[in-house]
């Protein structure tokens, strides 16, 4: 009922599944500064209360103690220079989001934004307003003589505001560096996998395969989907507790950050319980909203990190295009490692009962370098960056693994014409990509391309020790 009369830019939070509703909570900019001014409300009671209340002037030294005027006109004071240093702040935090923007990837905007240490530096200029101003307010009615906490708290927050402020200035600007910006993406990927796809998934994928039965698929039922947008999120977990009670098996037709229209097929089912299967329930377990997330789309972390990497493409900076090949390695290892790439989700008698769409290493591998690798068009130092990255993972990824990073870097030096490249750009190509072959067992196909790009054995190359 109180609901209703919410803005709906509130409302919208409570409709939202709680896990998604968390993240949308962390990523805006006023909930952390909201806990920092309702704190700073409550402090400015305490505060009041042991000076009017307690008057704990009178275990205080003489030192310690400031008459009523003098304490007015310090609160004012402050008032006036903690607002103009939250003014600079916001300030500062439009200047970054717009660099963002312009030079990186407007979806980096949310985690300069999402970034705890950003809505911490915020909150604390937020609060010491709030607690000065409230502070002021009730002390204009006062006639009492002393006063002991609130000018000493006033006083330490006017300097914990402009430390404050130097150090939201040196965050800022250490933000913006690349090496950091590509590391925090990272991490923020690599957690998405560990959480998401790894903790939650690993131990319910199965490797037995679904032999699918005309017989049994003979009362198979297909579910449409209600709404248009992006797939948000699945209850995988409560999905196979369902699926079982029920007696069913699911397949799913779409996958986590798949874009789905109103009455598209999402997943169909069957089973001995398929006919009396209630496809609502199973519908509540996944959310549908007009924006991708990255709570369960591993995809959508690398492809805002491959955008950091094409913008600098765009603007003539390859040093951050080699910076977000690099650690878009150390991602892909976090992702062979943490995953396993079957689309089979089996409860604990070992019976399959939900079948994802398939993503194999080499789905990941597009994700990660494809964007970066078209639009580098010819800029071999760049694609020659890409073999190397492809290299270096070969050597450290599992052996059923290793034909998709080749066909990858083969493909690669296919779309290459052989006529237009400099010598030198064409030896160092080719000299990565023979470490490539070499590491995942491919040197006679080597030999085929170094053929194509007018290099005799005699003039090949020797891998880098």
Do not use: C
Request: proline share 2%; glycine share 6%.
């Amino acid at each position: 009922m109180f609901k209703k009369f919410l803005p709906w830019q509130l409302r919208k939070y409570f409709d939202m599944p709680r896990r998604v509703r968390k993240h949308e909570l962390q990523s805006t900019l006023w909930y952390m500064p909201a806990i920092y001014i309702l704190g700073a409300i409550l402090f400015a009671g305490v505060t009041l209360f042991l000076d009017l209340s307690v008057d704990i002037s009178r275990f205080t030294p003489e030192l310690m103690h400031a008459s009523v005027q003098p304490t007015r006109l310090l609160v004012s004071s402050l008032i006036g220079g903690i607002l103009t240093l939250s003014a600079f702040t916001l300030n500062s935090v439009l200047v970054v989001l717009t660099t963002f923007s312009g030079q990186f990837s407007p979806r980096m905007l949310l985690n300069f934004v999402a970034d705890r240490t950003t809505q911490h530096f915020v909150g604390i200029f937020h609060g010491s307003f709030v607690y000065v101003l409230v502070t002021f307010l009730l002390l204009t009615s006062q006639s009492q003589e002393n006063f002991v906490v609130i000018p000493a708290v006033t006083f330490a927050l006017a300097f914990i505001t402009v430390m404050t402020f130097i150090l939201f200035i040196n965050h800022a600007t250490s933000w913006m560096q690349v090496h950091n910006i590509a590391t925090n993406m990272k991490d923020e990927s690599i957690s998405i996998v560990r959480t998401s796809l790894s903790d939650e998934l690993e131990e319910f994928r199965s490797e037995k395969p679904v032999h699918y039965d005309k017989d049994e698929r003979e009362n198979e039922t297909e579910a449409f989907a209600l709404e248009s947008g992006y797939i948000q999120l699945i209850d995988f977990r409560k999905m196979i507790k369902e699926a079982k009670k029920d007696n069913i098996m699911i397949q799913y037709h779409k996958k986590v950050g798949d874009y789905v229209l109103r009455g598209t097929s999402l997943f169909s089912f069957w089973g001995s319980g398929a006919k009396d299967v209630d496809v609502n329930k199973y519908h509540e377990l996944l959310e549908i909203g007009y924006k991708e997330t990255e709570i369960q789309d591993i995809k959508m972390g690398m492809t805002k990190l491959s955008e950091i990497g094409v913008k600098s493409l765009g603007n003539n900076d390859p040093k951050t295009a080699i910076t977000i090949i690099h650690q878009m390695a150390d991602l892909l290892l976090e992702v062979e490692k943490d995953i396993t790439f079957t689309p089979y989700l089996a409860d604990k008698e070992g019976q399959v009962r939900v079948v994802m769409e398939s993503e194999n290493f080499g789905y990941y591998l597009y994700r990660g370098y494809g964007y970066i690798r078209h639009y580098a068009g010819e800029n071999y130092l760049i694609i020659s960056e890409i073999i190397l990255a492809l290299s270096l993972v070969s050597q450290s990824i599992s052996k059923d693994k290793l034909k998709e990073v080749w066909e990858f870097g083969k493909n690669t030096m296919d779309h290459i014409d052989e006529k237009l490249i400099y010598d030198l750009d064409r030896d160092y190509l080719l000299e990565k990509l023979y470490s490539l072959a070499y590491y995942t067992g491919h040197e006679e196909e080597f030999h085929k391309i170094e053929k194509r790009f007018g290099q005799s054995g005699d003039e090949g190359h020797k891998m880098e020790n």
